[in-house]
């Protein structure tokens, strides 16, 4: 809980701080990965130094060795080129396993506070955007977080420290030459980004958004796959996916295209300045091991400074895809959380007063009073769109009310924290999720270390246990993607067993009849009122004329 008090905290600030601020303090590193972030930009400066210094040595030792000195004259610059050749691999390999170990943590990090934000986001404050554009936000934009530092930070930083101490180095040999170099350098690292950028703006901005309609139209068609081939609407939904693809497809061509026109500028740059030191040396009083140092020293520079353009370029859809989970992460809270809660009372009283709730501008219940005495069943019916669902989620505070109040033994449950609600309220849906996974871990879910005994008395009591029985694997058995192997009263009654396991002591049924035939319908509500037992049973439904004729009840329409 402290991580998440943390992220929760942090968070609180990146909204005060706007889009920019907020962004960078959500991929901010903290304490250590200061420092191992150092360590790899230390690791990747000697590793282009070293490579830059393997040039002008090898430059100097061929051009000296063609006057055949002494051999012991050439052992110096003998042993450095096979130094630098060694250490370049060396520390290029360090480099990557440090800066790829700190951006990895740093990545975890940003997680950790994302998934800390979603918690108190979710499942209201996140109903209005699309599964598969959610899902691109949380993978692949948030994975612009290794992008910002191993292609963006780093290899910037590298490059500026590197040419600075080149050009140092050739001022030294012949400062004519080393100005030469610096203006090339110069450019290299300021105009040429610049126009790079530019050039893509429009590009980079338009591909994270490009992703995320790819992703969202590629969830969608795999979701709805069965439905698509059903009403031969097949060609239709791959138009629809290819124009999103095509879209994306163009602008990643008009980046590639600015990345080319970055890389050439920069070939330029480091061409100029070997001829300019070419000139400025053949007119010096200086010695041919210096004027090749001086030469081809530069042509070092291709290599060091050759991300910096691409770096540019990424840099701006790396903002991009950050600023769109800073958009989800800015996103306002369906509930805010009590500063001081109350503690949760012994009793298991509900009632409802006055409730007004709604979305945007539009109220969906206004007005609303029920009484829900501990052990009661409610049955609160109403055509679709009435507010039923909308009564769910204030139930478990899920959904902040407008008006009006919610009591649980006379406490409102504005005072009291969403935990302390759900560990007394439980909900079965009509798309209640089954994962794709085992009977036993579905149901472990709700009672984690629960034993097998406990899980067959759940099943018994959701009049799943004979089935259950009779499958080879029982327990073990694999229910498929969504429960695809179970029919839809078998899925209703898993995820019925696995609420009674949760032990809640009001149970909120929103339409769990919903896609069953009326037979089956009326079987499984009969069989969950059953094993409601003493709990307070909230049954909101459309089709009350499935609820058993034994059952007392309190009957309540919306319209």
Same mark, same amino acid.
């Given at each position: ?40 930009? @230390? @690791? ?56 790829? !170990? ?25 109903? $209005?955007?699309?599964?598969? !554009? ?35 180095? *050739? ?8 100005? +030469? ?26 591909? +994270? ?7 969202? +139209? ?44 970055? $890389? ?13 030191? *070419? ?16 030469? @081809?020293?530069?042509? +070092? ?110 406490? !409102? ?38 034993? !097998? ?101 309190? @009957?309540?329409?919306?319209?």
């Amino acid at each position: 809980m402290k991580a998440a008090d943390t992220s929760h905290e942090a968070l609180d600030v990146q909204r005060q701080a706007g889009p920019v601020g907020g962004a960078w303090r959500l991929v901010r590193p903290e304490g250590r990965m200061w420092r191992r972030l150092g360590l790899a930009l @230390l @690791l990747g400066v000697a590793a282009a130094g070293s490579a830059v210094a393997l040039l002008a040595t090898s430059a100097w030792l061929i051009t000296a060795a063609s006057a055949q000195p002494p051999v012991l004259l050439l052992m110096v610059p003998i042993v450095a080129v096979r130094a630098f050749g060694v250490g370049r691999g060396v520390f290029r390999y360090a480099e990557r396993l440090v800066g790829h !170990d700190a951006a990895y943590r740093v990545l975890g990090e940003t997680r950790a506070r994302i998934t800390g934000r979603l918690e108190r986001l979710a499942p209201g404050g996140l109903t $209005s955007r699309r599964q598969g !554009d959610l899902l691109a936000r949380l993978v692949l934009d948030v994975d612009a977080v290794l992008d910002l530092w191993l292609r963006v930070v780093l290899p910037v930083a590298v490059a500026a420290l590197t040419a600075a101490a080149t050009v140092a180095l *050739l001022a030294i040999l012949l400062p004519a030459a080393g100005a +030469a170099v610096a203006l090339a350098v110069l450019i290299a690292c300021t105009f040429v980004p610049w126009l790079t950028a530019k050039t893509a703006e429009r590009a980079e901005h338009k591909i +994270a958004g490009a992703r995320g309609e790819v992703a969202a +139209a590629a969830t969608e068609t795999l979701l709805t796959a069965g439905d698509v081939v059903a009403f031969n609407a097949i060609d239709n939904v791959l138009d629809a996916f290819s124009q999103s693809d095509a879209r994306l497809a163009a602008a990643e061509r008009r980046s590639a295209w600015s990345t080319g026109l970055g $890389s050439a500028l920069l070939v330029l740059c480091v061409g100029g300045a070997s001829v300019a030191a *070419l000139v400025l040396g053949s007119t010096a009083h200086i010695t041919g091991a210096v004027f090749a140092v001086l030469v @081809l020293t530069p042509l +070092a520079l291709a290599d060091v400074l050759g991300g910096i353009p691409a770096a540019a370029q990424l840099a701006i859809r790396v903002r991009a895809s950050l600023g769109r989970v800073q958009e989800l992460m800015d996103s306002p809270e369906p509930v805010t959380e009590p500063t001081a809660p109350q503690p949760l009372p012994a009793g298991r009283d509900l009632e409802v007063r006055l409730l007004r709730v709604g979305y945007d501008d539009n109220d969906v219940l206004d007005g609303l009073s029920v009484d829900m005495p501990a052990g009661s069943r409610v049955v609160i019916t109403g055509p679709s769109g009435s507010g039923k669902s909308t009564l769910a989620a204030v139930l478990l505070r899920f959904l902040e009310p407008r008006g009006g109040e919610v009591l649980l033994d006379g406490v !409102d449950l504005a005072r009291l924290e969403g935990d302390q609600v759900r560990s007394v309220v439980g909900l079965l849906t009509q798309e209640s999720h089954v994962f794709d996974t085992s009977i036993r871990e579905n149901l472990l879910l709700a009672k984690p270390g629960a034993s !097998d005994l406990q899980l067959w008395k759940a099943l018994y009591r959701a009049r799943l246990g004979m089935f259950v029985e009779k499958l080879p694997d029982g327990l073990d058995t694999m229910v498929g993607e969504h429960g695809a192997r179970l029919s839809g009263g078998e899925r209703q009654r898993l995820a019925f067993a696995r609420l009674l396991l949760a032990d809640r002591d009001v149970l909120v049924l929103d339409e769990p009849t919903e896609h069953l035939d009326e037979e089956t319908g009326r079987a499984l509500l009969a069989d969950l009122f059953a094993a409601a037992d003493r709990r307070t049973v909230v049954l909101l439904t459309h089709r009350p004329e499935l609820v058993p004729d034994h059952v007392p009840r309190q @009957l309540v329409c919306l319209t």
